[in-house]
């Protein structure tokens, strides 16, 4: 076996999980089933000592019990030696933690992008913005259809990790990988991001069709014409189809779609019971990305040229622009034309 082969299949040694919600703590829990320590980096006070006294993270992952082994810390400083770093804190806050890490970061140490969303000022995705701040860093992109509560409890997935460099993506999967954790390699960065980004858009949508009662059959259209809006915005921003087609595409929307432990989902149905965004977000302890996404999103199709008529229809409800009433017309009435 070659060098380059050996390096591929070697386990990362030193790693750091930044972002301890419900799905850092997962990520953290199948690292330390390989690797053993593992340093996580959390915001709050009150998660750090959850994790390092009570071995449990209480606020976003209760009754799962962590092993010794995860280790939690405030300060960056505490990050320096890692050789492999998962981010995995919300879109809309990737770019202040990326400013306050960088000082800390060696500029090999590869970064794996475990956050769906746009940020919503640029419109940039997450491997964009880190390139802005860390331009030296190589990077992956882990994506696809995973419920932290799931992972947490070892039940089988399957998940998309793009990386441009094969060797590279081999390594980290290999050091990810359970028998009960799956990755997939692809090298397509931009297509995997998208899939991710835009299929809580569509939950949201199908969580109203849901909250409306319009039944099961509506809720399958949504997620078939929703497909083909995230297709076609894909495409054109240089994502491939398979990908789309694949676990980071049509397998995290079919999840993401069906099941009231999607935030994204569960938020369309308190839509779709007729609550006001400011009411269906209240209780909500963790980030409903497609809220802040489905913006983004519509901007950038109009910017692409792209039709995405639900994504549309998603914006005009959020922003109060149209009623729940107005808005199922208006999807119900849409021109009869061919299928694509």
């Known amino acids: 076996m070659t060098d380059n ?4 299949f070697s386990r990362f040694k030193s790693i750091a ?3 301890a919600g419900a799905w850092g703590t997962a990520l953290a829990r199948i690292l330390s089933k390989n690797n053993g320590s593992v340093k996580i980096w959390a915001k709050e006070d009150s998660v750090i000592t959850s994790i390092n006294t009570l ?3 209480e606020t976003f992952l209760k009754n799962i019990t962590l092993p010794d082994s995860i280790i939690a810390y405030k300060s960056f400083e505490n990050f320096a030696d890692a050789d492999l770093i998962l981010l995995v804190t919300p879109a809309q806050f990737m770019r202040t933690t990326l400013e306050a890490l960088k000082e800390f970061v060696n500029p090999e140490t590869p970064i794996v992008l475990c956050s769906k969303g746009i940020e919503s000022e640029t419109l940039k995705f997450m491997s964009e913005i880190t390139t802005d701040i860390l331009p030296q860093n190589p990077l992956a992109v882990l994506s696809g259809p995973s419920f932290a509560i799931d992972v947490a409890h070892e039940k089988p997935t399957a998940v998309t990790l793009a990386c441009k460099n094969t060797l590279l993506g081999e390594r980290i999967a290999n050091t990810i990988s359970l028998p009960t954790f799956r990755p997939y390699l692809s090298d397509d960065i931009m297509g995997t991001q998208i899939g991710g980004v835009t299929k809580n858009v569509i939950a949201i949508a199908a969580g109203i069709t ?3 009662n319009l039944g099961e059959s509506a809720r399958a259209a949504i997620i078939a014409r929703g497909f083909s809006e995230i297709c076609r915005l894909a495409i054109t ?4 189809e398979e990908t789309l087609s694949g676990l980071s595409g049509m397998g995290d929307l079919i999840l993401t779609c069906s099941s009231e432990t999607s935030r994204n989902f569960s938020l369309g149905v308190k839509l779709g019971n007729g609550e006001t965004v400011t009411k269906a977000t209240e209780d909500l302890k963790t980030v409903a990305e497609g809220l802040h996404s489905a913006k983004a999103v519509l901007e950038l199709s109009i910017r692409k040229k792209v039709e995405m008529p639900i994504t549309k229809s998603v914006n005009d409800l959020i922003d109060q622009k ?4 107005e808005i199922i017309n208006n999807l119900l009435s849409r021109p009869i034309k061919r299928e694509k």
Do not use: C, K, R
């Open 5 to 8: 082969a050996n390096a591929s």
């Open 17 to 19: 999980v930044i972002g």
């Open 55 to 57: 071995h449990e993270n």
């Open 210 to 212: 849901h909250g409306f």
């Open 237 to 240: 921003m240089g994502g491939e």
């Open 322 to 325: 149209s009623s729940l009433d």
